[in-house]
T-cell receptor, first 113, second 112 residues
Framework: AAGVIQSPRHLIKEKRETATLKCYPIPRHDTVYWYQQGPGQDPQFLISFYEKMQSDKGSIPDRFSAQQFSDYHSELNMSSLELGDSALYFC????????????FGSGTRLTVV | GQQLNQSPQSMFIQEGEDVSMNCTSSSIFNTWLWYKQEPGEGPVLLIALYKAGELTSNGRLTAQFGITRKDSFLNISASIPSDVGIYFCAGAPGGSQGNLIFGKGTKLSVKP
């Protein structure tokens, strides 16, 4: 079965650079969620989109922005990167029309040096 | 903000033993989910609970949604080495748009 696809799997950036993370949800899933997980930490909710509109916002820094496109894939844009942004970034998708079938991708490991 | 208190933080058990972990909150949650995460991978959904009092099993795993909607437990029976990992509870708070709040995780180690 198709899963949530995230790219890239690994990314190394320097301080003050920008990064773009991509997420392709499970087919027919209309909702995408982004989470950040620091080393040894639990995942923290950043932002979510439903039908291409932002539906909820968590602890997402102002330096980050995200959007969901017409094909339901989503991109997380991160600017002015800081060392503390180094983390695993997960995308999850679900369908509002059914049960909360929350499925996570394998994540993007971002390292800021 | 809303928090989930998950315990224990870690467990070291012998293969074949049963395991129990739980999550509590001061707030009401509409949905409780239990995930397992292995190093470098995304959380994998184990069990989802949608109604207060609901008891659900998935193989050797059993989870319950507390009647007060403020707690949940996960039991693993007859543990095996591949049960090793970090188990997270997660809840969807009332009024949320589906975003989850996670517990801090229970790290499970199983000795053969």
């Amino acid at each position: 079965a198709a899963g949530v696809i995230q790219s890239p799997r690994h990314l190394i950036k320097e301080k003050r650079e920008t990064a773009t993370l991509k997420c392709y949800p499970i087919p027919r899933h209309d909702t995408v969620y982004w989470y950040q997980q620091g080393p040894g930490q639990d995942p923290q909710f950043l932002i979510s989109f439903y039908e291409k509109m932002q539906s909820d916002k968590g602890s997402i820094p102002d330096r980050f922005s995200a959007q969901q496109f017409s094909d339901y894939h989503s991109e997380l844009n991160m600017s002015s990167l800081e060392l503390g942004d180094s983390a695993l970034y997960f995308c999850a998708s679900s369908s509002r029309t059914g049960a909360l079938g929350y499925t996570f991708g394998s994540g993007t490991r971002l390292t800021v040096v | 903000g809303q928090q989930l208190n998950q315990s224990p933080q870690s467990m070291f058990i012998q293969e074949g033993e049963d395991v129990s972990m739980n999550c509590t909150s001061s707030s009401i949650f509409n949905t409780w989910l239990w995930y397992k995460q292995e190093p470098g991978e995304g959380p994998v959904l184990l069990i989802a609970l949608y109604k207060a009092g609901e008891l659900t099993s998935n193989g050797r795993l059993t989870a319950q949604f507390g009647i007060t909607r403020k707690d949940s437990f996960l039991n693993i029976s007859a543990s095996i080495p591949s049960d090793v990992g970090i188990y997270f509870c997660a809840g969807a708070p009332g009024g949320s748009q589906g975003n989850l709040i996670f517990g801090k995780g229970t790290k499970l180690s199983v000795k053969p």
